[in-house]
């Protein structure tokens, strides 16, 4: 039962380069979200998905690109890195009904020098 | 949009001891409050979680509490243990998936 797989675990990119941060969850959950964890500040919100191919914003989308072909990838880019993204990142997919529970990925660990 | 704060930012109970965080929220829409336990390298997981329908719950050694009135909440950890410490995050949500979250607070159990 892997649940939600993030790759890499971490990356070192120089200012300027491009990646992409990869996100798939195998329990069919319609929810998926990326959000980033920056010391002091909790967790705060980039884009999320409320199925395949619909995508929004949330509270920090500036610089980062999102897209959801399928129910189980929501891969995130970073178009031109900048050093303000340095960060851990976490994707999460929501399951539905009363519950409603986020399950998070490792996280990914995200240094621009 | 919802705002959520957290206190303390850092605990340091014996164990054995309680611990208490609180945290306050700003829309009087939210009605679903997890709290999240994030150890060391590994992402935030869920460890109980309160409806607006419900002003008290209770799993074990932890609680959780809620002041619809005063928009605020409570995790509450009873004979704590070395493994209880971790970062705890609440968090407060008004519509299906969007979570605001807390700066988090870094619980250490001292033997």
């Known amino acids: 039962n892997a649940g939600v797989t993030q790759t890499p675990k971490f990356q070192v990119l120089k200012t300027g380069q491009s990646m992409t941060l990869q996100c798939a969850q195998d329990m069919n959950h319609e929810y998926m979200s990326w959000y980033r964890q920056d010391p002091g500040m909790g967790l705060r919100l980039i884009h999320y998905?409320?199925?395949?191919?619909?995508?929004d914003q949330g509270e920090v989308p500036n610089g980062y690109n999102v897209s959801r072909s399928t129910t189980e990838d929501f891969p995130l880019r970073l178009l031109s890195a900048a050093p303000s993204q340095t960060s851990v990142y976490f994707c999460a997919s929501l399951g539905q009904g009363e519950r409603g529970e986020a399950f998070f990925g490792q996280g990914t660990r995200l240094t621009v020098v | 949009g919802e705002n959520v704060e957290q206190h303390p930012s850092t605990l340091s109970v014996q164990e054995g001891d309680s611990a208490v965080i609180k945290c306050t929220y700003s829309d009087s829409a939210s009605n679903y409050f997890p709290w999240y336990k994030q150890e060391l390298g590994k992402g935030p997981q869920l460890i109980i979680d309160?409806?607006?329908?419900?002003g008290e719950k209770k799993d074990q050694r932890i609680a959780v509490t809620l002041n619809k009135t005063a928009k605020h909440f409570s995790l509450h950890i009873t004979e704590t243990q070395p493994e209880d410490s971790a970062v705890y995050f609440c968090a407060a949500s008004d519509s299906w998936g969007k979570l605001q979250f807390g700066a988090g607070t870094q619980v250490v159990v001292t033997p």
């Open positions: 998905s409320v199925g395949a191919g619909i995508t």
């Open positions: 309160i409806r607006s329908n419900v």
